[in-house]
């Protein structure tokens, strides 16, 4: 794969494994929120690609999210670039046709656990904290935050990490349903990696449609996505991984899918 600013790309397998790479604590800037949205753009087109995993390099952070930096002289000109970039670039991300696993290695704060709450799955290490301290600084989460949050943790909690500042750590991040999974030290990487293994086993055709389908239901009435939801099942006989899996399923062997 070519390379991308502060983000090293390793495929495994289906798998694109996604390092956030911008010492000492993996802010996002300019260059990397460009190369992400590209990246994703990137991965959609590669048809061998069924998951990626995005994490943090090194063993205390994840991201730290922007950097206060470019804030610091309050030119709303850079403020509105900056606010487009990150939206564009964690919408990708949420977007990704295959599943998006975020690897919590270390601090996810601000931007950084924005972008981890635009992928699918979210593994934590133990020692992991995440935060949206925006409003600390007289700023807020502009990259999903204020809407990705409470839909996974409910109106309360979003209002206590985003109105209160509050810093959950592992544990309280798993009973909120922050995060789906918490590890040991070190192994949120592996554990992703397991989970993108059964991904590949999927067709992927099947997985990009029933994560559109799980996606709307944040936005669409129940009635209007069931009408969706059988409308896409239709729609999957005119693939071919379709005919595959069932054969495969017949014969008693592992389908080989063809992503079409």
Known sequence: MQSYAHLNVEKRGHTAVVTIDNPPA????????????????????DRDIYALIITGQGEKFFSAGADLNLFADGDKKVATEMAMLFGEAFEALSGFRGVSIAALNGYAMGGGLECALACD???????????????????????GGTQNLPWLVGEGWAKRMILCGERVNAATAERIDLVEQVVAKGQALETALKLAEGVAKQSPSAVGVCKQLVQAARTQPPAWNLIKEREAFIKLFDTQDQAEGTRAFLEKRAPNWKNA
């Open 26 to 45: 993996n802010t996002w800037n300019r260059a990397s929120l460009t190369a992400l949205k590209q990246l994703v753009a990137d991965l959609n087109a």
């Open 121 to 143: 799955i979210r593994i934590a290490e133990e020692q992991a904290q995440m935060a949206l301290p925006e409003a600390g600084v007289g700023l807020l989460p502009c990259a």
